[in-house]
């Protein structure tokens, strides 16, 4: 019985202490109350935080570094690898995608896809858009066109004067 007459006691004190908060409580009139409350509202939550921040960071520095020294060789090498094959295969998809736009005659930029299949499917559906363009060959004037030989000096810097 002891017992329930502590589990009694407390629940009383808790509801007594709600009491006196809620006769306490003031409702805020004015922008002075106001800042007041704010003030110790922030005040509170700057205390949640720490304030060693900086010294927090030096140590998660630290243990990173005690981590990558525990590391072994062989987690360090298929680390490397990984990054290796993951270069290579971006390597590959970007020759895929110069092969294509070559082979094509559209812009790489414009296509979308990762196999070389689905970047030849966006290729055709470029040129279907903006439709089958000829191919511009390069126009050099007088092309075919011997020179004449100067017969002198002086035909030379003749033709040259005019």
Same mark, same amino acid.
């Given at each position: ?38 003030? &110790? ?12 921040? %900086? $010294? !927090?960071? @030096?140590? /998660?520095?630290? +243990? ?38 070559? &082979? ?12 070389? %299949? $689905? !970047?030849? @499917?966006? /290729?055709?559906? +470029? ?36």
């Amino acid at each position: 019985m002891s017992e329930q007459t502590g589990a009694t006691n407390t629940t009383e004190e808790t509801n007594e202490q709600s009491k006196e908060a809620s006769k306490e409580f003031t409702a805020i009139t004015s922008q002075e109350d106001f800042d007041k409350a704010i003030q &110790a509202r922030i005040a509170r939550e700057r205390a949640k935080i720490p304030t060693d921040y %900086e $010294e !927090l960071q @030096a140590k /998660a520095a630290k +243990l990173q570094e005690i981590e990558d020294a525990k590391k072994s060789d062989e987690q360090k090498a298929a680390e490397r690898i990984a990054a290796a094959e993951k270069r290579a295969s971006e390597l590959e998809s970007q020759v895929v995608r110069a092969e294509v736009a070559a &082979a094509k005659n559209v812009p790489a930029e414009l296509l979308s896809g990762s196999t070389k %299949e $689905e !970047l030849e @499917a966006s /290729a055709d559906a +470029l040129i279907a858009f903006r439709g089958e363009q000829p191919v511009q060959k390069l126009i050099i004037p007088n092309e075919g066109n011997s020179p004449q030989a100067a017969a002198s000096m002086d035909d030379w810097l003749r033709e040259a004067a005019k």
